[in-house]
T-cell receptor, first 109, second 112 residues
Framework: GQNIDQPTEMTATEGAIVQINCTYQ??????LFWYQQHAGEAPTFLSY??LDGLEEKGRFSSFLSRSKGYSYLLLKELQMKDSASYLC??????????WGAGTKLIIKP | NAGVTQTPKFRVLKTGQSMTLLCAQD?????MYWYRQDPGMGLRLIHY???????AKGEVPDGYNVSRLKKQNFLLGLESAAPSQTSVYFC???????????FGPGTRLTVL
């Protein structure tokens, strides 16, 4: 079967750094996406990785290791507005997105 | 430029009633998707379309039907609503494979 695993909830402090992990087992791989979803709102795109390595975009970075079936999203200089759920999704062999259940990130002052 | 819109935003149905959710996009994207999101679970694909006049089943299609008569609209129908269909429904569009998806604001549906 296809499976995406990520922690249910994480807590971090404003101004700190947090790493959200995602492991996956899918039939085929055409890239991994990270989305942010604030409570009561729609998911919005953060990043896309298809090759191994680190992609940096401002305060957010995303890493991929295809051989390990592993990715992480790194958030630096945390702000209160970063309190949200972070969704990991993998594009499988049919280009269908398989979604993780999301990691709820709580930022404390 | 509205992006992706969904109608209605909220709805309460009684068991056995039917309804249609409308998704409209002005981005000229070929691909459109209907997902449901339930607490503690990832987004699950109901049906999708890769172009005008085409539809296909996703992971959880039972109890739902769809139509894509016009490129900009994707309709999701519930034939006979059941309490298990209480959920938040999201429509999304995509320009091609693989690519980011753009989501509508969601429809919160409660079936009593």
């Amino acid at each position: 079967g296809q499976n995406i695993d990520q922690p249910t909830e994480m807590t971090a402090t404003e101004g700190a750094i947090v790493q959200i992990n995602c492991t996956y087992q899918t039939s085929g791989f055409n890239g991994l996406f990270w989305y942010q979803q604030h409570a009561g709102e729609a998911p919005t795109f953060l990043s896309y990785n298809v090759l191994d390595g680190l992609e940096e975009k401002g305060r957010f970075s995303s890493f991929l290791s295809r051989s390990k079936g592993y990715s992480y999203l790194l958030l630096k200089e945390l702000q209160m507005k970063d309190s949200a759920s972070y969704l990991c999704a993998v594009s499988d062999s049919n280009y269908q997105l398989i979604w993780g259940a999301g990691t709820k990130l709580i930022i404390k002052p | 430029n509205a992006g992706v819109t969904q109608t209605p935003k909220f709805r309460v149905l009684k068991t056995g009633q039917s309804m249609t959710l409308l998704c409209a996009q002005d981005m000229n994207h070929e691909y459109m998707y209907w997902y449901r999101q339930d607490p503690g679970m990832g987004l699950r694909l109901i049906h999708y379309s890769v172009g005008e006049g085409t539809t296909a089943k996703g992971e959880v299609p039972d109890g739902y039907n769809v139509s894509r008569l016009k490129k900009q609209n994707f309709l999701l129908g519930l034939e006979s609503a059941a309490p298990s269909q209480t959920s938040v429904y999201f429509c999304a569009t995509q320009v091609g494979d693989p690519n980011e998806q753009f989501f509508g604001p969601g429809t919160r549906l409660t079936v009593l």
